[in-house]
């Protein structure tokens, strides 16, 4: 590697740049990837063509979303950029994998840009096991003409970071290039790097998380534009073995004794605003709910939706009766008998805590189980 690619190390670890880079592990990548869609390739509706506002991202994209009210791009056979922003070259780079990828805008703020920071996140299908080693890794390449930047980085977060700006995000990150990052003889250029975790982080952000005038620039030959743009691509996290046992809660559901008659809430049950199919995160609630009904092969359920107060009766109903069947469905899907799972929905009218503050409303919207037969 080049030595003027220098590593900086920024909280729980450091990203490295290279061509052709090979982790320095000593363990093997034994896991499974827990970036759901990391190349960009599934679709949650029709692109609507070009994006403006961050909402539009979050819609088309499935699983990302933009955390503030920029707009990252999306790029694919089926997408059409629009004539003055393709002359400037937009869209004509082809994906590092697959059909699609993404484009931020990650500098420009001085010069006064409109969107002059754009980020992605996505919620990882597990949480980050505090002390485990993972290997991450993301690709990039800037769109031809505009300026090279450093400060590519990424946060991991507890909590989903939900900002109203198109300007850069008030978040430290926890790995970034120091350097300026320019495209490698073969255009995609890998950013990894191995860390241990220090929290239990749920989210994942990629971006330049500083001011311009933190961000170092340098120009491309030739550079007409005066903002850097980053295609993204292939993002992917890791764990690296040893894999460590996970503590298991007492009020785990797999710790619950089992009572003809007892309703039992699912933890974690992740839908999209207003939709209801299921998130990748509730699949470990939702495997542990496999391996019981697994073990226990005379139980019988009933899967039971419910929803807050927000909204018409009749429509809180529909969803919640479409969020207790995706759930009844998957579990069929792993090969329970369809025969033993019920469902229902019951809307607003069962809430076990107060509508009229946002904690209430949380916990009002919910997926339990009902034993009808051990």
């Known amino acids: 590697m080049p030595s003027s690619w220098l ?25 499974e990837n827990i970036v759901p ?52 070259g937009f869209g004509n780079q082809k994906a590092h994998g697959g059909n699609r990828m993404v484009g931020v805008t990650c500098y420009g703020c001085t010069d006064g840009k409109p969107h002059c920071r754009e980020y992605i996140q996505i919620q990882l299908a597990e949480p980050l096991v505090v002390n ?10 800037p769109l031809a003409n505009a300026l090279l930047i450093s400060n590519l980085g990424a946060s991991f977060t507890k909590d989903r970071i939900s900002v109203q700006t198109d300007k850069v995000l008030d978040q430290s990150p926890d790995v970034m290039v120091y350097q300026v990052v320019g495209p490698s003889p073969n255009g995609w250029r890998k950013l990894s790097a191995e860390f241990q975790a220090a929290q ?23 550079t007409l534009l005066n903002f850097g743009y980053y295609y993204i691509d292939d993002v992917s996290l890791r764990k ?16 619950i004794p089992l009572e003809e008659g007892l309703v039992i809430r699912l933890k974690e049950i992740f839908f999209e605003t207003n939709q209801y199919e299921l998130l990748p995160r509730s699949f470990i609630e939702l495997n542990k709910l496999v ?27 529909y969803l919640s009766r479409k969020r207790a069947g995706a759930v009844a469905e998957y ?21 076990v805590a107060d509508n009229s503050s946002p904690e209430g409303m949380q916990q009002n919207r919910r997926v339990e189980f009902l034993i009808l037969k051990k």
């Open 7 to 31: 590593l900086i190390p920024v909280f729980l670890f450091h990203l490295t740049a290279g061509i052709c880079q090979q982790h320095r592990t000593t363990g093997v990548h034994a896991s």
């Open 240 to 255: 690296i073995e040893p894999i460590l046992e996970v503590p298991v809660p007492e009020d785990d559901l797999t710790k």
């Open 331 to 351: 579990l069929i899907q792993q090969g329970i008998t369809r025969k033993r799972i019920q469902f229902q929905g019951f809307g607003d009218t069962r809430p």
């Open 37 to 88: 869609n990391p190349g960009f390739e599934l679709l949650s509706s029709n692109p609507i063509g070009w994006f403006f506002k961050g909402e539009h991202f979050s819609e088309v994209m499935k699983y990302w979303d933009s955390p503030t009210n920029a707009s990252p791009d999306v790029f694919g056979p089926e997408i059409r950029v629009p004539s003055h922003w393709a002359e400037k």
């Open 291 to 317: 391996a019981i009904l697994s073990s226990n092969p005379d139980m019988l359920i009933e899967v039971r939706g419910h929803t807050d107060n927000r909204g018409d009766n009749d429509y809180n109903l």
């Open 132 to 141: 485990q080693r993972y290997a991450f890794e993301f690709w990039a390449v």
């Open 200 to 222: 239990a982080s749920n989210f994942l952000t990629i971006g330049n998380f500083f001011p311009d005038s933190l961000t170092l620039t340098e120009k491309q030959n030739p």
